[in-house]
Nanobody, 120 residues
């Protein structure tokens, strides 16, 4: 089965930048629409960005639009999230997973995520 592993998180100051990586065990990014989710303490998990498998087009939640950039490298089976101009409200655990499928199917692939604390 496909495994997804997030990395690249860490403490960053407001206004700083990080690049997160999502490594997949198989060739999924050209087959399935994938995206980045985040879950802040005490809040529900939210979808922040996703990339369409067929054409590579990108989408963003209003809260991150203009600051975050999603990309993929199909040859490396890796998806990235470049985060710039980070704000304290971006603090969350960030996850990658499938987007647009059934919740039952998506639930199979949740990993441990990568922590992004944004604080001075």
């Amino acid at each position: 089965q496909v495994q997804l592993v997030e990395s690249g998180g860490g403490l960053v100051q407001p206004g700083g930048s990080l690049r997160l990586s999502c490594a997949a065990s198989g060739s999924v990014f050209s087959i399935k629409t994938m995206g980045w989710y985040r879950q802040a303490p005490g809040k529900q998990r939210e979808l922040v960005s996703w990339i369409i498998s067929s054409d590579g087009s990108t989408n963003y939640a209003d809260s991150v639009k203009g600051r975050f950039t999603i990309s993929r490298d199909n040859a490396k089976n890796t998806m990235y999230l470049q985060m710039n101009s980070l704000k304290p409200e971006d603090t969350a655990v960030y996850y990658c997973n499938l987007v647009g499928g059934s919740s039952t199917y998506t639930a199979r692939y949740w990993g441990q995520g990568t922590q992004v604390p944004v604080s001075s």
